[in-house]
């Protein structure tokens, strides 16, 4: 156990619908990263935030957004949803602000209809 | 963008074999980290390698960096068949602000 948790585990929705993804770090973790893995794509990097600011953006669509709060989980909300979106999304801490080791949650399968 | 690029893409041996992964990167870095997925879960850390060290050990895994040739090589001793899994590596780099560029993955069968 990682000690990072991710709700909800598994996710089905429709095209054109909006989901919200929520992560809890590590206690004591400040950084928070979100990575979205699907067959064809390999793990894809999205977004950093640290102790509450956006520290780095990877291949995230502008159809997607997250944030982090004053008690250090972060929420990503995909919007407009489209069948390629369907993917595993990882939710990961770490202690640092970037390039060391991170902790990953069990991330939230989720399927576009 | 994917920097690391492991090698093989697949890999299937006898339990109780060796097993080797390796990965090349492009730019300078500051680490090399290796890490394990097992299927549909989330990604383990295994192990971090600084880019002034060339080998590091933990258990049965056995991680050599060369930076003279942008590579590294992860070595699973005597392999078991909750080896089966995916592998990654990962770069931590001033070039790319920290952010750990991480390769495609090799899959590890362990035949029983």
């Known amino acids: 156990d990682s000690g990072v948790t991710q709700t909800p585990k598994h996710l089905i929705t429709a095209t054109g619908q909006r989901v919200t993804l929520r992560c809890s770090p590590r206690?004591?973790?400040?950084?928070v990263y979100w990575y979205q893995q699907s067959l064809d794509q390999g793990l894809q990097f999205l977004i950093q935030?640290?102790?509450?600011?956006?520290?780095a953006k990877g291949n995230i669509l502008e159809r997607f957004s997250a944030q982090q709060f004053p008690d250090l989980h972060s929420e990503l909300n995909l919007s407009s949803l489209e069948l390629g979106d369907s993917a595993l999304y990882f939710c990961?801490?770490?202690?640092?602000?970037?390039?060391?080791?991170?902790?990953f949650g069990p991330g939230t399968r989720l399927t576009v209809t | 963008s994917q920097q690391g690029e492991e090698d093989p893409q697949a890999l299937s041996i006898q339990e109780g074999e060796n097993a080797t992964m390796n990965c090349s990167y492009k730019t300078s870095i500051n680490n090399l980290q290796w890490y394990r997925q097992n299927s549909g879960r989330g990604l383990v850390h295994l192990i971090l390698i600084r880019s002034n060290e060339r080998e590091k050990h933990s258990g049965r895994l056995r991680v050599t960096l060369d930076t003279s040739k942008k590579s590294s090589s992860l070595l699973i001793t005597a392999s078991r068949a909750a080896d089966t899994a995916s592998y990654f590596c990962?770069?931590?780099?001033?070039?790319?602000?920290?952010?750990?560029?991480w390769g495609a993955g090799t899959k590890l069968i362990i035949k029983p």
């Open positions: 935030y640290y102790n509450g600011e956006e520290r």
């Open positions: 206690s004591g973790d400040l950084s």
């Open positions: 990962a770069t931590g780099s001033m070039d790319s602000n920290y952010q750990l560029i």
């Open positions: 990961a801490s770490s202690d640092r602000d970037g390039g060391y080791e991170q902790y």
